[in-house]
């Protein structure tokens, strides 16, 4: 069986355009990217888990969370001038 890079929320795709950017870009890199960051042994389980988490990373509210942290990293690269 294949295994599929998709999220458990795909009917929100039609509706939000950057989370079906996040989704579509995640199912294009899953395969060489998930095995790279938790081995070539990973389940249907595990894909569907990183692939909702991607998908929900472009959400309004995963977008204030990526948001958050850049302008975290922004006040870091201050400090460490």
Known sequence: MTTK????SRHRLKD???ESIYAKTWEEQAPRTLSYLIGLDYTQQDATVAAT??????SPVGQS???ECLEAFETWKEVHK
């Open 5 to 8: 890079h998709q999220g458990i």
């Open 16 to 18: 939000n355009p950057l």
């Open 53 to 58: 988490m991607i998908q929900w990373l472009g």
């Open 65 to 67: 969370f990526v948001n």
